[in-house]
């Protein structure tokens, strides 16, 4: 199975910056894309930005030209760097991969983190 663990979750004031990290680990036979999503309460959770393998990006709307995406492939990691914070992207943040294990070598979508959570309040 593929696990992954993400840090860098916090406070942080409207206007500030934060980073989070994600680290994937276990029996990954492959990882062709990676991404965060978030959930606020009562409200769905909403993909936030993904990158591939190769570094093609996507990002949603609400944070375009705010928040960066980038990952380290050797190191199965992948970051998001978030500035000009709002209160609006207060929520839980998810790390996804779409990954294949040794032990189930289709590609499957679904593998999630435990959840960071931000806050961003004055």
């Known amino acids: 199975q593929v696990q992954l663990v993400e840090s860098g979750g916090g406070l942080v004031q409207p206007g500030g910056s934060l980073s989070l990290s994600c680290a994937a680990s276990?029996?990954?036979?492959?990882?062709?894309?990676m991404g965060w999503y978030r959930q606020a309460p009562g409200k769905e959770r909403d993909l936030v930005a993904t990158i591939t393998f190769s570094g093609t990006t996507n990002y949603a709307d609400f944070v375009k030209g705010r928040f960066t995406i980038s990952r380290d492939n050797a190191a199965n990691t992948v970051y998001l760097q978030m500035n000009s914070l709002k209160p609006e992207d207060t929520a839980v943040y998810y790390c996804?991969?779409?990954?294949?294990?040794?032990?189930?070598?289709?590609?499957?979508?679904?593998?999630w983190g435990q959840g960071t959570q931000v806050t961003v309040s004055s």
């Open positions: 276990g029996s990954i036979l492959s990882i062709r894309a």
């Open positions: 996804q991969a779409d990954a294949k294990s040794t032990l189930d070598r289709r590609w499957r979508s679904d593998y």
